[in-house]
């Protein structure tokens, strides 16, 4: 779990005569991981703040992640959405504004922005003031059918990480055994949506490879008469967590098979096989499951936020930052790009990332206590 | 086109992208994603489309153009469709094969073909008096047909100027299945087409881009390019051919360095033109079984043509039914790239394609259709060989025998 914010009360303090330039709120567009942590650090720094999320709850993609303990807690992150929800939701000064949207941006000549946004439900029309914007509005998973090959939605037995992560979330691992007799021979497949030009998204997830370790280990855990291979093309993955995660697999027999099988047949015998090359020659593997580490593609309402906000986006269709260094300001003044919305990223990047907004907000608008 | 497809062996792969096409090769991250697509994995366990790339990188091309398997490979190009870092293997391939070529070391049958495409302009070796000889008796063969559907329909028309229409035929359709002729001039006829032939270009194939011989594949597009130019034809129209096609279609510009001002189409999205039109008129369900329909990989998966064929025979079949997969991840017949041309090849082609007969075989289906001369070939063989219980058809035949009389 991370190391939580100071849980002081008594250091946050609300602001009342606040000077112009920094009157109204922190719009937060998200509420996510991303959103969550910003808006907690913001609170302790006794600055007002309101999410805006279009769905009915808080937590976001990180909610849906189920937690990766085996006998140990192997450091996923997931569980520190719940902290954070508690914490955001008792917070004082802010406003959670759940089945909101954003539907207009104007700024003002003083530099901020009123913000329009619209009740998902009832229609009902608000208008925010916001001293700084914060766009957190996340990711989203690709859709694995964009690549026939792999018969994702046409083959029962191929599923994506997130499907997987679902039914360990749900504690439901035992569906993908139904008569418990025969035991699982599941692959991950890295990189599914990740490094391909192809569909514009020619860069690495960064999550995936961890992610889909920690699932082996959790899987084994289970069930240890399980088989376990995890194809990949180079292993994207540093620190010492990492490595320790690695070798742990290695010793509990998960098989690291470089060379991702671009293909997935059925087989004769209702299982899927596919052809990979091992020891300089083309073979035949069969698995009763595969799991496609589906990668991070930028959310589907960024380009919208976009043309409301003016904050441009990058090649990829993530949120341009303003330089190589200054990852958590868009090159518009009091527009902050927090989270996996400027790029792919995991847990503790986008706490460390939600922290740099946060610090960058109380530099700019010189809101120190 | 620079010289060195003749001189020999390239330094590194940077020449192959220069020569043939541009293909970034050293940006492959040996992912592994064409081995499993490639038809041949299996057939050829110790190579594979992503080993040929690492060797060729490596300095070892020389292995991989003393291969069998640069032949075997039929160009279809599945291998490498959706490839994360858009590398395409057929354009590799076929400068691999030039290379061979170079060093003496192309298929024999591939090398007659292409010294009589020198001398007489196909890969017959028919000359002009001969082709125009021979299609005037394919038609008298079927005269009586033809002129139930106009009087002057029987008359096949040659070097016709201001004709809007320069159609380009295999030269299969004027020896081995003079039917096929037949059934284009029935189209022609029906359509009152404004079309003519050429004496001067008659060969829709082009062998030399089979081998890597970029020179003389340039030349051919060039003469055929020029033909249609000289007639004043606005459109150039391919038989239910593959490559021929694909090139004109999608290469000629690039390769003549030029636009080219005449529309490129294949006879099937012609009939499907006019169908939408109007002008081709189809009974519904005519074709009394159940169809199905097989994505030739240059018409489908590298041009792109995907639906005009299948609401055609969607419209004329009494039941259509899928193979899978299909579309743009279809399996290739196994004789494309000039598989089923080259002796050397022999019955490997049929072992080769046991994952399409199986694929034919699941749909239950009938008739096979579809408008690739090389597919047809390929298919009929299969068909013979494997005793599968479907009738090969092309497109352009089933559409003719649902024309409305």
Known sequence: MLALPCKNKDKEVLISGMRDHTSGQVVIVGGGIAGLITARLLSENGIPFAIIERSARLGGHTKDWACMATDKCNRCHSCAVFDYEDLVASSPNGEILLRHELFSVTRSKSGLHSVGIRNLDSGAERELHSMAL??????????PTEKGFWGYGTFEGVMTLSDLNSLMRLDELNKLRPDNE???NLAFFQ??????????ANYCSQYCCAAAIRAALRILHKYPDSKIAIFYIDLQISGKVARTLVDQAQEMGVRFLQGVPGEIQ?????????????????????????????GQRPSSSASAISSMTEA???EFGFFQTRSQLDLVRSPLDRIYIAGSCSG???IPDVAMNAGKVVSAIIRDLELAI | MNSASRTGLSENMSSIENSIGQNDVDICVTCGQCVSRCFLSQSYPDINPRKIIRKTLLGREQEVIDSEFIWACTLCGRCTTDCPKNISIDVIIRRLRGLAWAQGKAPSRLCEGIKKIKE???????????????AEWIAEECEEELQEIFEEASNVPFDREGAEILYVPNPREYTSNPNMFQTYLKFFAHVRADWTLSTKVFDITNWPYYVG?????VALVRATVDEARNLGAKMLLTTECGHGFKILRKDAQAWLEESIDIEVLSIVELAYRYFKSGRLRLRKGAIEKTVTYHDPCNVGRKVGIFEEPRELLKFISANFVEMWPNRKYSICCGGGGSVSQNSDMGIKRFEHATGKRDQILRTGADILATSCQNCLTQLGDMQSRYNMPVEIKSVMELIVEAIEP
């Open chain 1, 134 to 143: 914060v766009l957190a509005v996340g990711f989203e998973t690709f859709d």
């Open chain 1, 182 to 184: 025969k035991p699982l």
């Open chain 1, 191 to 200: 990189c599914v949506g990740s490094r391909d030009k192809a569909i514009g």
């Open chain 1, 266 to 294: 059925p087989s004769e015998d209702g299982e899927l096989k596919v052809i990979v090359e091992r020891n300089g020659r083309n073979v035949v593997e069969r698995f009763n499951r595969i799991v496609l580490s589906t």
């Open chain 1, 312 to 314: 441009p986006l990058n």
């Open chain 1, 344 to 346: 792919p990223a995991n």
């Open chain 2, 120 to 134: 007489f302009g196909n890969n017959i070796g028919v000359d002009a008096e001969e082709f125009q000889e021979t």
């Open chain 2, 213 to 217: 011989d970029q020179d003389d594949a």
